[in-house]
Nanobody, 122 residues
């Protein structure tokens, strides 16, 4: 049974940093793509960053230069380092994964975590 467990959310002031982690378990293959999505109240879930099974990252324009996604295959842990956080980054952040080489849009992912809240105050 696949499980994705996020941690690391919290409350910070604008300009601050947070590091999100997601531990994946239950996959029978090491070739998985993973990503982070977020959903603010009243808004659709949007992609933040994804990483293909070969380690190639992709970022939403709104977070480029501020967020860094990485995947430790030995620990099957996905990390999102967030710097220079802005109030508009406030949202529930979700980890996602799938057993394919690359995935970028929400519909590409079949496995989701429960989410971790990030709140940025001005």
């Amino acid at each position: 049974q696949v499980q994705l467990v996020e941690s690391g959310g919290g409350s910070v002031q604008a300009g601050g940093s947070l590091r999100l982690s997601c531990v994946a378990s239950g996959f029978t293959t090491s070739s998985i793509c993973m990503g982070w999505f977020r959903q603010a109240p009243g808004k659709d879930r949007e992609g933040v960053a994804t990483i293909d099974s070969d380690g190639t990252p992709s970022y939403a324009d709104s977070v480029k230069g501020r967020f860094t996604i990485s995947h430790d295959g030995t620990k099957n842990t996905l990390t999102l380092q967030m710097k220079n956080l802005k109030p508009e980054d406030t949202a529930m952040y979700y980890c996602a994964a799938d057993t394919r080489s690359n995935c970028h849009s929400r519909g590409d992912f079949n496995y989701w975590g429960q989410g971790t809240q990030v709140t940025v105050s001005s």
